[in-house]
């Protein structure tokens, strides 16, 4: 089975500065996908940025990208130019190749606090 | 609709009642998933749908729990005979196409609370 883990349960960034969250998985699967969520207060998960396990490419969104280590398999994400806005919960989850296996698996998150 | 609705938004049950959970997926979409989140956790896994078929419950906790969506559109989670380790966020997600890979969108969540 695959598992998704977070180890660093709080962060906290200066406002405009940057930081990196940390993410590693364990699959024995060669295809797959890495998203980061975004979760505030209301409870609606928002899709932060995704990554296909097939792209060497690193994905970014705006201020958001990912450090994506197929072979140590980690996935981290980094947010540039920090904002009030982007406190929240953040989840690391990981989806499966192919239709059967595209439930998402989630680590158990982190708390991302934004000093003004 | 221009969302995942959920409904209600907050239910508070006796321990031992039956409770339903109403999720309106995105107009069209295909994929329906059902998650629990208790307090300071990720997300798990209970059950999927692909149209009205229900093609993964092997998150569902125990036989109290029970998931369908008859018509492919709407689906709804009951929980019979209620106890305090239900007690979480029921959140409900769907997606376009049955297809590894394709967004998931997820409602705001149903907070079920058992006293």
């Known amino acids: 089975a695959q598992t998704v883990t977070q180890s660093q349960p709080e962060m906290s960034v200066q406002e405009a500065e940057t930081v990196t969250l940390s993410c590693t998985y364990d699959t024995s699967e060669s295809d797959y996908y890495l998203f980061w969520y975004k979760q505030p207060p209301s409870r609606q998960m928002i899709l932060v940025i995704r990554?296909?396990?097939?792209?060497?490419q690193n994905a970014t969104e705006n201020r958001f990208s990912v450090n994506f280590q197929k072979a140590a398999k980690s996935f981290s994400l980094k947010i540039s130019d920090s904002q009030l806005g982007d406190a929240a919960m953040y989840f690391c989850?990981?989806?499966?190749?192919?239709?059967?296996?595209?439930?998402?698996?989630f680590g158990k998150g982190i708390t991302l606090s934004v000093r003004p | 609709g221009a969302g995942v609705s959920q409904s209600p938004r907050y239910k508070v049950a006796k321990r031992g009642q039956d409770v339903a959970l109403r999720c309106d997926p995105i107009s069209g979409h295909v994929s329906l998933f059902w998650y629990q989140q208790a307090l300071g956790q990720g997300p798990e896994f209970l059950t999927y749908?692909?149209?009205?078929?229900?093609?993964?419950k092997s998150g569902l906790p125990s036989d109290r729990f029970f998931a369908e969506r008859p018509e492919g559109s709407v689906s709804t989670l009951k929980i019979q005979r209620t106890q305090q380790e239900d007690s979480a966020v029921y959140l409900c997600?769907?997606?376009?196409?049955?297809?590894?890979?394709?967004?998931?969108?997820f409602g705001e969540g149903s907070w079920l609370t058992v006293v």
């Open positions: 990554q296909e396990a097939y792209k060497q």
């Open positions: 749908f692909q149209n009205e078929a229900q093609l993964d």
């Open positions: 997600a769907s997606s376009s196409q049955a297809l590894s890979g394709n967004t998931i969108y």
């Open positions: 989850a990981y989806m499966g190749w192919g239709g059967a296996n595209s439930k998402l698996t």
